[in-house]
């Protein structure tokens, strides 16, 4: 087994001796470093560290007790193995006190000096550190002050501690001393006690102020010839460490150099190791710290991946029972206007046949009023749907407000129910705008119903409309429909605009409704550019609806979209008979619409299928007319068409279907189909639509 290459510091400040031990110590493999004197050991100490310090006792500058000393003082090198090499006898003890290890001869035989060596090396623990901080501060040249007005003194007391190894400057002023004490670090002062305008105790004094606010600490020692009892207590209470007696002996200031220096290196490592456990405490808790903090941050990544996670399911599951709401509506309402077809239907004929008494035209008029009503409500599911999608359309022209108004106002009159009193106030200006005739009027019903509705019969509803020219905007046109009605609370003004909204359900028992029109309303008035809001006193003080349009027609964000072509009022006079296939499942709608078509003088052939409609329409010739509804028990009216097209390619087809929505006519109006009428269809526009191709 190969030895271990061992790093070995020999500190000799004899060259022969050093050349003479290097070889021995080479000659085992080893490693040597070679410095002559302390503060070299010292210097190499804080650059690297051996295995091991063979030491001269006797030194320039400092004695090797010392030098171990210092070594024992350092947290990382008090392990360090240190052997004591003497030339002379009795100095045993004292290098075995200082902290040596071994204290050896110089005259010892080599092989001895090498095995006492070799155990040691093999016997030392780990060299590694045990703080992570530099010996800067232990291995560094001792620097001393004096402060003392004789200069003979000063002299001798240089060439004594420069033989000890220390760095002396001295001041013959304590002002000097002083001011240098401010600008230079030293590791202690020396105060002589006897000088001229400040004594000693001041200086000590000031001294210990300077060290109380100074991060290094600092000892002092006064001299004195006067040795008493009163001196000593006066420099102790002064501030300084030590009062010693001046004499040309002095080996007992050295000694007390010495100790002081000792207890001041103590008390730093001491410090330096406090301090770097600390700061390794520190590290620790910022560890610990950092270490929860990355498990906090990943359980909240965890759980916010997990509620992102949920989140995108509540999404999805939200998404689909969105599109389910919406084809429930969508098939709610085509099962919901199918059977009104027929009934509005007869009801038409009949409020028109002159054969019918008063009572019984009334009777047919209140019927026609409820089913439209019943249409009315669920074109408000459907708009709220269009809404909800984004793909609320409108289809501008030029309107005339006024006219609009006084038509919705006809109209809310018609009511047998008895009714607030209605002021239209008068208007003289230009009521022309850019609008979808259909949807404005839908909201001046909307806004006109809902002040009739909270109106008691004894009140009033006034309209009023006005014109202003904003300055650096567009003309708009304002109208007002103000009530003495119920009026609304302030904290709920805004939230009426929600959809199925309504004050309180107090408010839905007795007055009914599903809470949509305004909502609507306000979609379509944000989509012509204008704006719809409502402002109200309080309960029981009548509420103001204020729809505010553009009257630029610049200013539409939508194009006109081409009007169907209109035929006379007059459905029935001068017309021609035509050949006609009804395809529709649903039995009183199909022979309703059959019997009237039939009254009329058409020729009406019935289908309830895609299949007989293949069939019949494959068995008549010229066929003119395709009236279908959009489901059927073994397909759609798409199919149907497709199947009687090829026969007869001409034929003007038109689709009776509950779906009402925009993509519902942009499908029929695709396959082929002229017309699209929403169920429940009046027969006046199916008329309308059969004569118009």
């Known amino acids: 087994m190969t030895e271990p290459t061992y790093h070995v510091m020999l500190v000799e400040d004899s060259t022969t001796q050093a050349i003479s031990l290097t070889a021995l110590l080479e000659s085992e493999g080893w490693k040597v470093t070679w410095v002559s004197s302390a503060e070299k050991a010292f210097s190499a100490l804080r650059e690297d560290r051996p295995d091991l310090v063979l030491l001269d006792y006797h030194l320039p500058g400092m004695r090797g007790d010392e030098v171990c000393r210092r070594i024992r003082m350092n947290v990382d090198t008090r392990r360090l193995p240190v052997v004591m090499l003497t030339s002379q006898e009795g100095q045993q003890v004292s290098g075995l006190d200082s902290g040596a290890d071994d204290f050896v001869a110089k005259s010892t035989d080599p092989k001895v000096l090498l095995l006492r060596l070799r155990t040691l090396l093999q ?80 200086v000590c004094r000031r001294v210990n102020e300077f060290r109380r606010n100074s991060p290094f600490s600092l000892i002092s020692i006064l001299l004195t010839g006067a040795d008493s009892t009163e001196n000593l207590s006066k420099a102790l209470d002064a501030g300084a460490d030590d009062f010693v007696g001046k004499s040309n002996d002095f080996s007992i200031l ?46 909240l990544v965890e759980e916010l991946e997990a509620r992102t996670e949920e989140l995108n399911r509540s999404r999805e599951e939200l998404r689909r029972a969105n599109t389910a709401k919406d084809q429930f509506l969508a098939m709610l309402s085509h099962e919901l206007r199918t059977p009104l077809t027929p009934v509005l239907a007869v009801v038409e004929e009949r409020c028109q046949d002159d054969r019918l008494t008063e009572d019984l035209k009334k009777d047919f008029q209140m019927i026609r009023r409820n089913v439209m009503l019943e249409t009315h409500l669920i074109n408000d599911l459907l708009d709220l749907t269009r809404i909800t999608q984004g793909k609320l359309e409108i289809h501008q022209e030029s309107v005339n407000l006024q006219r609009i108004i006084a038509e919705v106002v006809e109209m809310c009159s018609s009511s047998r129910r008895p009714l607030a009193q209605i002021i239209v106030h008068p208007f003289k200006g230009d009521s022309t705008l850019w609008a979808d005739r259909v949807r404005l009027t839908q909201v001046i019903w909307n806004l006109l119903q809902n002040a009739i509705k909270f109106t008691p019969a004894d009140g009033q509803i006034e309209i009023r409309l006005t014109h202003r020219q904003l300055e650096a905007d567009v003309p708009q046109l304002t109208l007002e429909i103000t ?65 505010v349009l553009p009257c630029d027609q610049k200013s539409a964000s939508t194009q006109v979209s081409p009007q169907p072509k209109t035929v006379s009022e007059d459905t029935s006079a001068g017309f021609p008979s035509l050949r006609i296939l009804l395809v529709e499942d649903h039995s009183d709608t199909r022979e309703t619409l059959a019997r009237m078509l039939r009254r009329r003088g058409h020729e009406v052939h019935l289908a309830t299928t895609v299949a007989t409609a293949k069939q ?76 118009t191709s």
């Open 123 to 202: 016997k030392a623990g780990s060299r590694e550190r045990i703080i992570a901080s530099n010996d800067q501060d232990l291995f560094r040249d001792v620097h001393l002050l004096a402060i003392d007005d004789s200069p003979i003194f000063l002299e001798c007391l240089a060439h004594e501690l420069r033989d000890e190894g220390y760095k002396l400057e001295t001041a013959m002023d304590a002002e000097a001393g002083l001011r240098r004490l401010k600008e230079t670090r030293f590791d202690g002062v020396i105060i002589d006690l006897i000088m001229p305008r400040i004594d000693g105790f001041e």
């Open 254 to 299: 050295k000694g007390r150099i010495r100790a002081l220096l000792r207890r001041k290196f103590f008390a730093e490592e001491n410090a330096r190791i406090i301090q770097e456990f600390k700061a390794k405490e520190m590290e620790a808790l910022r560890e610990r710290a950092a270490k929860e903090a990355a498990e906090s941050r990943a359980a």
């Open 483 to 547: 009530d003495t009605g119920i009026g609304i609370e302030p904290d709920k003004l805004e939230r009426i605009f929600d959809a199925f909204q309504q004050e309180s359900r107090e408010t839905t028992r007795a007055f009914g409704g599903l809470g949509l029109g305004l909502a609507i309303s306000r979609a379509i008035v944000e989509l012509h550019q204008g704006h719809l809001t409502a402002r109200s006193e309080g309960l029981h003080r009548g509420s103001t609806f204020s729809l």
């Open 616 to 691: 019949v329409g494959a068995e008549l010739a010229d066929l003119e007319v395709l009236i279908s509804d959009f489901g059927l028990p073994d397909g759609d009216g798409l199919d149907v068409l497709q199947a009687i097209r090829p026969s007869h390619p001409a034929v003007n087809a038109i689709i009776l279907s509950g779906f009402g929505m925009e993509d519902d006519v942009a499908k029929t109006r695709a396959a082929g189909f002229a017309h699209h009428l929403t169920k429940p269809v009046e027969f006046a526009k199916l008329e309308e639509a059969i004569r």
